[in-house]
């Protein structure tokens, strides 16, 4: 490496002098090229010396014995992987961590500044026979013998030499890293790096598998940030990562790299790094600043762009989109591709999305954002072109994770509350529901909706009727339903529970409200099926009555039920 190195400044000197030797030729690139031949993976490697502290054998099965019965040959054990560590800033100190297809595995070696020769991506082979493989606080690696801890053996720093004499790179760097889920392919011919969603994901992998890997956990957040230093200086310091499910990880930092005074950054975003071990717990091994992006975008003074959301690296990211509303997909569409699946403009086909892009003349499907409508949502209901093809080329604000929809980037997880979006010239009504429009023509293969008993000005007799059973009346007024009780609550409590009505709803029970409900007066015959004293599994539950619609508690209301029909 010095030699070509060298040569390069001889020659940069010489033209810098002259200018005019164009016809001198460049030395050619030495390209490094292993004489070794890997045999076997590091995943069978670790898994073979499992729980031990002790120098790598031959090859299983593969012994030269001599005339005294003595090994006095054999084929030697090598593995091969790819470098994903990084000493450059300081935060990693004297490791070198490879990964192939099947694991990783980390090199305890006594020398700095490993990055100069060994680069991020470069592919090296190394022989293990005769190193040793061990622990150091349980993460699994190669080293030396060191002092014990607790009376367990420990590895500590292997010689650079020795290291040498057992190791040869393979080729150039190739830095190009494939971003891939757990369960997705492993390339076996590049760098990769596992994404997770949240820190539970990774305890559902083995343990072998995911040590010293290359990981990126998304949606996350420092505690402390904004205040706390990376850590202090020339001591090092633990600072905790939260994911989106309140979820913890430990990020080991040192006072020794070159970033140690930054402060933690606010906001939301993307970590990643070395998965390490520490006694019995992961913690995360930062390379440099460059793998902490975390940014206040994705709040609602700052949304994310349409152009973000679409860059695969944001997918598992929460927060606002900012964008305009172009169309929808058609119906029987689960698996968008094209443009002839989805509709551009207002006359939509289904009720259950909306497409968003940057431009509202956006007519490219592949710049589009599809976004879920949740079901029996106040979203839905506002947000739909179907039922308000006006929205076309509206300008809107959501609240989601940004992650696949019909089979193409999009917006999920969506509370559906008039508080999760905001669309331009739209103001939702109060409550948690607002009062749905009436539907339906109040036969049984056509029942009315909630929205036609609530919007009823007379009465009506022997009509069918569906909805969500929600609640109960507790007393004469219905203003005082409790609709937002759960279904533990309801099969557990006596008080004031009863069976001599229930509340139906538009939508399920945690979103409904007296706005989106109407009150049902139950007789005896239907008490034991509808009442929740009596039958506390019909929580929740859709049904269809045949019914009566009239006042009831001071509202319009359903009475007179002779038919139950359960959804």
């Known amino acids: ?9 001889l020659l940069l000197g010489a033209g810098l002098m002259t200018g005019c030797q164009a016809d001198m030729d460049a030395p050619e690139l030495e390209i490094p ?3 070794l031949q890997s045999n076997m993976s590091i995943l ?4 073979a010396y499992e729980g031990m502290s002790t120098p790598v054998g031959y090859l299983p099965g593969t012994e030269v014995l001599d005339a005294a019965g003595n090994a006095v040959s054999g084929e030697h054990i090598v593995i091969k992987g790819r470098v994903v560590s990084s000493d450059a800033t300081g935060n990693i100190y004297k490791s070198l961590v490879i990964q192939d297809e099947t694991a990783a595995l980390a090199f305890s070696l006594n020398q700095s500044s490993m990055y100069v020769d060994y680069r991020l991506g470069q592919e090296v082979l190394v022989d293990m026979t005769g190193l040793n493989i061990g622990y150091y606080r349980g993460l699994q690696q190669v ?3 060191g002092e014990p801890y607790n009376g367990e053996p420990q590895l500590g720093f292997m010689s650079y030499d020795y290291w040498l004499e057992h190791s040869q790179k393979n080729g150039m760097p190739d830095a190009d890293c494939a971003y891939i889920r757990p369960d997705d392919p492993v390339p076996a011919d590049k760098m990769h790096c596992f994404v997770f969603n949240s820190f539970d994901e990774v305890n559902g992998q083995l343990l072998m598998q995911m040590q010293s890997q290359l990981v990126e956990f998304r949606n996350v957040h420092f505690d402390g940030a904004g205040e706390l230093n990376y850590s202090d200086y020339q001591e090092s310091a633990n600072r905790t990562l939260i994911d989106a499910n309140g979820q913890t990880m430990t990020v080991r930092n040192s006072g020794y790299s070159n970033f140690y005074n930054e402060i933690l950054p606010k906001g939301t975003g993307r970590v990643r790094g070395i998965l390490s071990y520490y006694g019995d717990s992961w913690q995360l091994v930062l390379r440099g600043l460059s793998d902490v992006m975390i940014t206040e975008d994705g709040s609602k003074e700052k949304p994310f762009t349409v152009e973000q959301a679409l860059d695969p690296e944001n997918e598992g990211m929460s927060g606002w989109v900012t964008g305009y509303i172009v169309g929808s997909v058609k119906a029987g569409e689960n698996n968008v591709t094209s443009n002839d699946q989805v509709i551009f403009g207002g006359d939509a086909e289904m009720d259950n999305n909306i497409l968003i892009a940057a431009s509202p003349d956006e007519t490219d499907v592949l710049n589009c954002l599809a976004v879920e409508l949740p079901q029996n949502s106040v979203f839905r209901y506002y947000g739909n072109l179907a039922d308000n093809p006006e929205l076309y080329k509206r300008k809107i604000d959501v609240n989601g994770t940004i992650g696949k929809y019909l089979g193409m980037a999009g917006i999920v997880d969506n509370a559906g509350t008039k508080d999760s ?3 331009e010239g739209v103001t939702p009504g109060s409550a948690t529901g607002d009062t749905p429009r009436p539907a339906g023509s109040g036969t049984e293969t056509d029942p ?4 036609y008993v609530i919007a009823a000005t007379a009465s009506e007799t022997e009509v069918w009727v569906t909805g969500y059973v929600a609640g109960y009346v507790i007393n004469g007024d219905f203003e005082d339903a409790n609709c937002e009780f759960s279904a533990s609550e309801v099969s557990g409590s006596t008080n004031y529970l009863n069976s001599i009505n229930i509340i139906l709803s538009e939508v399920a029970p945690m979103q409904c409200s007296v706005g989106n409900s109407v009150p049902c007066q139950l007789s005896v015959a239907v008490r034991p099926i509808l009442g929740l004293r009596l039958n506390p599994s019909i929580f929740a539950k859709k049904v269809k009555l045949k019914c009566n619609i009239k006042k009831y508690l001071g509202t319009m209301g359903i009475g007179n039920i002779t038919e139950v029909v359960e959804l």
């Open 1 to 9: 490496m010095r030699k070509s190195i060298y040569a390069g400044m």
């Open 33 to 35: 090229v292993s004489t």
């Open 44 to 47: 069978d490697l670790k898994t």
């Open 143 to 145: 080293g030396y013998p």
């Open 421 to 423: 979006f905001e669309i």
């Open 448 to 451: 009315y909706n909630v929205g």
